[in-house]
């Protein structure tokens, strides 16, 4: 392996290590109490070489919503090839999932789109058009709504804190994995009753 081979590897490592510090750092502290050298500490790495990577806070946020957005086309794409009247409930649970993994970039979404109606100029709907454009084409108009309806409710689930997401399923005991699936079973009945009749 060529020494340019091995420093891009290893800048695409630090970079993934520091967005995923970055993804925890924001689930923990949240964007109000984001400080970048919490998380130049956290990285084991000095401030300057974090703004070596990343100049601002700002452009750090950036790449966490363009990881959400990537991901969510990357989805789409999966699964729209096989997108039929049943799979409404499929897409809602796997983009539930999605959007648990990467919790802080969609709150960061969140934040920035309900402030200003987009993020970075990129409008808040953009992460979730292709699919409803999809669904629309390839199932009907009248399943976008229930598309819509049910997506935006994975979404919101999946940005409540473990304490929110566990007051609200009821349950107090329950490991957080079971917690989840009380969620994704209830996004399928949703999805379900959210189809137009036959």
């Known amino acids: 392996m060529s020494t340019e081979n091995s420093t891009e590897k290893s800048k695409e490592h630090t970079t993934t290590r520091i967005l995923d510090e970055a993804s925890a750092l924001l689930d923990e502290v949240g964007i109000g109490g984001f400080r970048f050298r919490d998380l130049a500490e956290r990285c084991d790495l000095s401030p300057g070489t974090l703004t070596y990577y990343f100049p601002s806070k ?21 699964l729209s090839r096989d997108l039929n009247e049943q799979a409404l409930p499929t897409i809602a649970t796997e983009f539930y999932r999605l959007c648990l993994q990467y919790r802080p970039g969609v709150r960061l979404i969140m934040h920035y789109s309900s402030r200003d ?42 940005v409540y804190s473990e304490k929110q997401l566990r007051d609200i399923a009821g349950e107090t005991v329950l490991p957080m994995d079971a917690v989840h699936r009380l969620v994704e079973e209830h996004l399928i009945r949703i999805a379900q009753s959210s189809l137009p009749a036959a």
């Open 58 to 78: 700002e452009k750090l946020f950036e790449s966490l919503v363009t990881r959400v957005v990537d991901a969510s086309w990357k989805l789409w794409s999966e």
């Open 117 to 158: 109606g987009e993020v970075w100029s990129v409008p808040a709907s953009a992460v979730l058009k292709p699919l409803f454009e999809r669904v629309e084409k390839k199932i009907g108009k009248e399943h976008r709504l229930a598309a819509h309806a049910t997506i935006t409710q994975a979404i919101t689930y999946a």
